[in-house]
């Protein structure tokens, strides 16, 4: 997920690593867990790929800070990954729609619609786990947590098909 972010953002516009590091915070920070003995491997890693290029470097007198950019070839694996619906937990894969959602502007109308269907069916199947499911009623704090895990899951329920209704909206006017 965080190869997928940085990618998105870079697909934005060229970052260094520490500013990198402060968007990622800041637009990421309720989804993925962020540090710098991350990013900076990850940089070397999506370099090496020949997904990112390092634009240009700043030396100081304690180091050099490189400006990285997004190449076509990492462009492309951004859109694939993008558009793959991988096999992860709960947890994970709300996580990586988030993340998906944040970077949605770049991609196809059609494409928004699959990744917003594909999440939403996800979610139904939850809920249908959700209600068959027994509980320990004996239990308050159980039973507490239990209440608000539905409530997100029909919020979010509620919420993605919403998005759903704008993109037809979206879709219509620009027909």
Known sequence: MLELATLGLLLREPLHGYRLKQQLELFMG???????GAIYPLLKRLEDRG???TLSADSTDAHTRKTYCLTKQGRKHWHE?????PQESW???RSRFTIKFFFFSHLEPCQRVMLLEHRLSACHERQ????IEIIPLNNPYASSAWDRSLDILTSEIQWLGEQLAKEA???NSEA
């Not at 990954?81 to 619906?85: A, D, F, R, S, T």
């Open 30 to 36: 309720c989804c993925i867990s962020i540090n710098y």
């Open 128 to 131: 249908s786990a959700f209600e």
């Open 91 to 93: 947890v994970n894969s």
């Open 51 to 53: 997904y990112i290029a």
């Open 169 to 171: 909206v979206f879709n």
């Open 81 to 85: 990954v993008m558009l793959e619906n």
